[in-house]
Every structure is written in structure tokens, then in C-alpha cells.
């Protein structure tokens, strides 16, 4: 999502219990006519700012629209913009800012305010869905990269009983909740549960089985909560690949976003310089197999 980070740190802030420690430094947060005081740790960059904001403030914060940070200058006193690239190294006064104005919806993905989704991965789906073999492949791409990153992982299993666990292949370690399902949809009490728990989750990466049933029908659900939706045309399909064509193009068309395996993980890290970048180019370094995306069968 469009942001800009405006911060310059002078202004004194206190934590919660009026301490702090060697590797935190105190840190005031306004949104509103709210204010709290908090912590970070030293050398905490934008989405560090941008997750202790949204784990305070939560749902309040509309990410659909532009937003800024700014810290409080004693010098001009007054908030005013920072340089690119800044961290926290002293006490800071700060607040999050939405502008005025509505932002059409980029794609943007950021990993503070994003889950991944993994829908029905199942043995009994092995023979009849098309190119499962390479889904399996791209979406354990997506999941190693989210366990890198540390976002959130939601799974469903249809009908397990008669449908079978999740495939071997798929490594769910740290997989944020594994749920049981007959609905086609993800989107049940438990998967809003999950993302209750997550006050920062705004763009939702969906992958799995079948794109023109429970993929397509999860990502409608929660287009229809506000989510931004991202689907991953690599690692997604069906039986059919007339289904799935044109279940990809439908979405598309609702204003999901239709992307691949790739763009999605270089998007989440942004820049060569980011800490995780070497591991997710190393993910990456072989390119993912095209699921029959290229062919016109």
C-alpha cells in the first residue's frame, strides 16, 4: 500500500512502566486523539513502526488509505517528514497519519499486514488436479518464504477424513491454525478467530485447490471483509484448466489481484538490502515451474 515515513527523533518518550532497558528505547504513539506509550527495539525501521502502530491501534487504522508516520521535532516543534531509511536510536514521540484522501488499491504488499493462506493441499487431489505437482513445488516456495519472513500462516484441509491430510510435500511448520473444513470457502468462524489475532493483517496471499471453487469463493468472502486480495496464479488450480483460466480471469475482474509465487516474495521484501533478502533469492534462484499457465490445453 502507498505510504510515506516521516520521522525525525528528538522528543522524549516514556514506556508503559516508565522504564527501559539496553536494547529497547521508549517510544510515544499517537493515532487520533489517542496516545500510549510503548517501546521498540534500537535500530527499528518502518515496519517495525508500522506493526507496533497497528498491534495498539488495530482496526482502527483504515490501510486503504494513504498514510504517514511523523515524530515530533523539538528543534522547529512541531512533527515533521524523515529521511529515507531512518531507524530508531533515541526516545521518539510519533503519530500515524492517514491523509484526506482515498488511494486505489496497488497490490502493495508489505509483511506487517500479511497472511498467506494455503487452501486444501490434499493426497486425494494429487491425480486429478492439473499440474499438481508443480502447485506443490511453488506453494512450498510460498511457505518456506513466509516462515522466513514471519507472516502468518492460515490451512485448510476439505473433509479431511474421506480427503486426506495435507500432501508431505507442503511443510506447515509454523503454521499460524490447520483447520478442518466442509465448506468451500475459507472464510469460517475459526479463520476470523486467526485473523482477529492479527490486528495488522490487511492483504491476504491465497494459494491451493480448486481455483474456480474454494480459492475463488475464500477470495470473494474476503474481498467482501475489506481484505486486499492476492492470488497466486503459479500455485493455484483445478481439474480443469478451463475452470481455472477462467475462474483467474473472473477474479481479476472483481478487483482481486492475480499475481505469481515471485513477484509476491520480492514484493514482500522490497529491496536488496532487506535482512532476508539472500534467503528468499535463494528460494527464488531457480525460476518456478509455469503450472501450465503457458499452454493453451
Not at 160 to 172: F, I, R, Y
Not at 227 to 236: P, Q
Not at 252 to 270: D, F, N, P, Y
Request: proline fraction near 6%; charge should be neutral.
Amino acid at each position: 500500500m502507498p505510504h510515506h515515513s516521516v520521522l525525525h527523533c528528538t522528543a522524549p518518550g516514556i514506556m508503559a512502566d516508565g522504564h527501559s532497558n539496553n536494547n529497547h528505547v521508549p517510544v510515544l504513539l499517537s493515532f487520533s486523539s489517542f496516545s500510549r506509550p510503548s517501546s521498540v527495539p534500537v535500530g527499528s525501521g518502518y515496519e517495525v513502526l508500522i506493526q507496533k502502530f497497528l498491534s495498539i491501534y488495530g482496526r482502527q487504522i483504515d490501510l486503504h488509505r494513504k498514510f504517514m508516520i511523523q515524530l515530533y521535532s523539538d528543534e522547529w516543534t512541531q512533527y515533521i517528514d524523515l529521511p529515507k531509511g531512518f531507524i530508531i536510536s533515541e526516545k521518539c514521540k510519533l503519530r500515524f497519519v492517514p491523509l484526506e484522501t482515498d488511494v486505489t488499491i496497488l497490490g502493495n504488499l508489505i509483511p506487517a499486514t500479511t497472511a498467506f493462506f494455503c487452501c486444501d493441499m490434499q493426497e486425494r487431489f494429487r491425480p486429478a488436479i492439473k499440474y499438481f505437482g508443480d502447485i506443490i513445488s511453488v506453494g512450498q516456495r510460498l511457505l518456506q518464504g513466509a516462515r522466513i519472513l514471519g507472516i502468518p500462516v492460515i490451512v485448510s484441509e476439505q473433509y479431511p477424513k474421506g480427503l486426506g491430510s495435507t500432501v508431505p510435500e507442503m511443510d506447515l511448520t509454523g503454521a499460524r491454525l490447520v483447520f478442518p473444513k466442509t465448506k468451500f470457502s475459507m472464510v469460517l468462524p475459526e479463520t476470523e478467530a486467526a485473523l482477529a489475532d492479527l490486528p495488522g493483517a490487511r492483504s491476504v496471499v491465497l494459494f491451493g485447490v480448486e481455483t474456480h471453487v474454494c480459492i475463488q469463493q475464500t477470495a470473494l468472502d474476503l474481498l467482501a471483509r475489506g481484505f486486499e486480495v492476492h492470488i497466486v496464479a503459479d500455485a493455484t488450480s483445478s481439474r480443469s484448466m478451463m475452470d481455472r483460466m477462467f475462474s483467474l480471469e473472473r477474479m481479476a475482474r472483481t478487483g482481486i489481484i492475480v499475481t505469481t509465487s515471485e513477484s509476491v516474495l520480492l514484493q514482500l521484501v522490497g529491496d536488496k538490502e532487506h535482512p532476508k533478502f539472500k534467503e528468499i533469492q535463494n528460494i527464488i534462484k531457480a525460476s518456478a515451474p509455469e503450472s501450465g499457465l503457458l499452454s493453451k490445453v
